[in-house]
């Protein structure tokens, strides 16, 4: 006979209580750590895909992603003829909200840099990518727009020919690809009257419409096989005016630089979250042996040892963690999925948060286990 499931089954409504309790922390505490984990992925989505070996930035800058960078537009040629460099692409992004059929819609304008590419990085789950360098777009699926819709930014439509997936920024905008040209033409979109007061404080008799080769935010630039890429880094960065990072320096100035105090946050509400856990856990196995403290001391007099009142007591710990993580586990693989944010899930962070939940809750019954062992056999008698 187990004496943990019979104790549990005389007080099964509040067992399923605390387990019920315990998993909706569980379940929050997965949450957390998914959507810091989904923040990290939608980060680096551009800086994975993309392809590039080396980025070339605004000196004394570290963007185009940790911050704002502006390079002028030819700067592709002058990078393209360093030796090492197999090809040069360049780059811009930024976020802007439009008015699409009478809502507002904001969205992260990124630009290819077509023809040298044509966004076949870009995951597609409709549609085809860009064939000309304007007027054309690739929007991700979370813009809610199709192929074939047109959607007018500033003073030009544009065609969707592409639809993606799981393409968004760390804000949770969804990308809309276009070429750089247009990318330019609508980030220098201004009203009349400001077009009119730039022509006569700078004297230029076409401002913003295309004669002024403008800014991008980076250049792209891939490697030739074998080439040493430190070598290439350190001929662009000895010219002064500009700053050359590698993948991995984007991606140490964004999980450590834009997101390090949101992982500091995160870490802080998972801590205090499994500590609440624990604190519940030990109230109630706390409680339920307060309650039969005649019956242990029962069993001390007809000589059960103490090991078999600590076995039951860990027991009933054990399984209100076990059940509160199956539930946890339950709710999150069926209600994040249906996020509007990325929710990334994963095994390592499972197997972590299930040891250290049955720890807490080993470690929660430590207050009954030592009331339970302070009862004498003689209390049978009061």
């Known amino acids: ?41 939608e980060a680096l989505v551009v800086i994975d895909g993309i392809g590039a070996d080396l980025w070339v930035v605004e000196g004394g800058k570290s963007g185009p992603f940790a911050e704002s960078s502006a390079v002028p537009a030819n700067l592709d040629r002058r990078v393209a003829g360093v030796v090492g460099v197999a090809g040069t692409r360049r780059f811009i992004q930024y976020n802007q909200q439009f008015q699409v059929d009478g809502k507002p819609l904001r969205m992260s304008i990124t630009g290819v ?49 592409g639809v993606s997936t799981g393409q968004v920024d760390m804000g949770g905008d969804g990308l809309l690809f ?54 290439v880094r350190d001929a662009i960065k000895r010219w002064g005016d500009v700053e050359v990072l590698t993948k991995q320096d984007q991606e140490t100035l964004l999980l450590d630089g834009r997101l390090g105090k949101l992982r500091v946050q995160i870490l802080a509400f998972t801590t205090m979250t499994l ?35 600590i076995g039951m007591i860990a027991q009933q710990a054990a399984l209100i963690g076990f059940c509160g993580l199956v539930l946890a586990m339950a709710i999150s693989f069926t209600i994040y999925p249906r996020f509007p944010r990325t929710v990334v899930i994963t095994e390592s962070d499972l197997g972590v948060l299930s040891a250290v939940l049955m720890a807490l809750s080993l470690a929660a019954s430590w207050f009954a286990i030592r009331r339970a062992l302070a009862v004498r056999a003689q209390e049978v008698l009061a």
């Not at 706390?286 to 009142?309: P, W």
């Open 1 to 41: 006979m187990n004496l943990a499931i019979k104790d549990i089954r005389h007080n099964l409504l509040r067992f399923l209580l605390t387990v019920l309790g315990v998993g909706l922390l569980m379940a929050a505490t997965i949450g957390m750590l998914g959507m810091y984990r989904g923040i990290v992925y």
């Open 113 to 161: 840099d077509f023809p040298s590419d044509s966004g076949s990085w870009i995951p597609l789950i409709a549609g085809r990518y860009l064939q000309s360098n304007r007027y054309e777009a690739i929007a991700d699926k979370t813009l809610g727009l199709a192929v074939g819709d047109e959607i007018k930014l500033g003073r030009d439509s544009y065609t969707i020919v």
């Open 178 to 231: 276009v070429t750089v040209a247009d990318a330019q033409v609508i980030n220098r979109l201004l009203p009349s009257e400001a077009v009119l007061l730039n022509r006569v404080a700078k004297g230029k008799t076409r401002m913003g419409l295309g004669e002024d080769t403008g800014s991008v935010a980076a250049v792209i630039v891939e490697t030739l096989p074998g080439a040493d890429k430190d070598v």
């Open 275 to 309: 500590l609440i856990c624990c604190a519940v856990i030990a109230l109630t196995i706390y409680t339920m042996t307060i309650e039969k403290v005649a019956q242990i001391a029962l069993l001390k007099l007809i000589g059960a040892r103490d090991r078999v009142i």
